[in-house]
């Protein structure tokens, strides 16, 4: 779909529509990765490297050992959860708005030695972080969120990581010819561009800290870029 001349593409968000797709959806990796399974070792592979990247730069703290508590937002299954932040976190709270997801979660096996903690279900545009974080893990959900929706959500989000913690977005870029965001009418979701996402860290005053693109996806998929937030 093409979004209207006279309308922003994140106009076009729907929560009904995109719970809708959501549930329509397996409750298993390729599911999760849109028919991609194959992309999720290395995905993980590039988190833990960009991690440990933002824990070598940062002075105030060793790199060395888990951090206390993080939370994998908009989690789906888990793959996050279980494969990657269960190694760099003692707990791992979940917020997901699909209850078949949250429930599979529940039964996910941790790949460290970290633990689940408490499972949210509910919406980001919805969620109000109840416990003080190190790490604010979201991937692939702030599209699910209009411009406005974020903001607000990454101003909540402020409020809940330490001073020495990072609230993460990693997202798909978009690649519209003409600089913009795009509408996804089968998932109800918006692709945005590099410009968007700093213009409304911005407006949440929001610090960048770093940002670099995830490598060794193939061809054909969206270009993903990692953002590092502090407060």
Same mark, same amino acid.
């Given at each position: 779909? *093409?979004?209207? &001349?006279? %309308? ?8 009904? !529509? ?8 397996? *409750?298993? =990796? ?10 999720? +070792? #290395? ?6 490297? /960009?991690?440990?990247?933002? +824990? ?8 060395? @050992?888990?951090?206390? +508590? @993080?939370? !994998? ?18 707990? =791992? ?9 949250? $429930? ?9 030695? @970290? ?5 949210? =279900?509910?919406?980001?545009? !919805? ?11 979201? %991937? ?5 969120? #209009? ?27 978009? *690649? ?9 009418? %089968? ?7 590099? %410009? ?10 929001? +610090?960048?800290?770093? &940002? ?11 270009? =993903? $870029? /990692? ?5």
């Amino acid at each position: 779909m *093409t979004p209207s &001349t006279n %309308q922003a593409p994140d106009a076009n968000i729907s929560t009904l !529509d995109s719970l809708k797709y959501w549930n329509s959806i397996s *409750t298993t =990796v390729d599911g999760m990765l849109g028919g991609y399974p194959e992309i999720s +070792r #290395t995905d993980l592979k590039g988190s833990a490297n /960009f991690l440990a990247k933002l +824990r070598r730069e940062q002075t105030s703290r060793s790199a060395d @050992g888990p951090l206390r +508590r @993080g939370v !994998d937002c908009g989690a789906g299954i888990g793959r996050i959860t279980a494969g990657f932040l269960s190694t760099v976190c003692e707990v =791992v709270d979940v917020v997901e708005p699909v209850e078949k997801f949250a $429930r599979e979660v529940k039964g996910q096996k941790m790949i460290g030695s @970290g633990s689940l903690g408490s499972v949210y =279900v509910a919406g980001l545009e !919805d969620w109000v972080p109840e416990a003080q974080y190190d790490l604010i893990w979201n %991937q692939w959900c702030l599209g699910h969120l #209009t411009d406005k929706q974020l903001v607000a959500y990454l101003e909540r989000c402020k409020n809940a990581v330490t001073i020495d913690g990072w609230i993460i977005v990693k997202e798909n870029m978009s *690649t519209n010819v003409d600089g913009e965001d795009f509408f996804d009418q %089968q998932d109800s979701s918006v692709t945005r561009t590099d %410009q968007k996402f700093k213009q409304l860290f911005k407006e949440a005053d929001m +610090r960048l800290i770093r &940002t670099e693109v995830q490598r060794g996806f193939p061809k054909g998929l969206y270009p =993903v $870029r /990692f953002y590092a937030l502090k407060r």
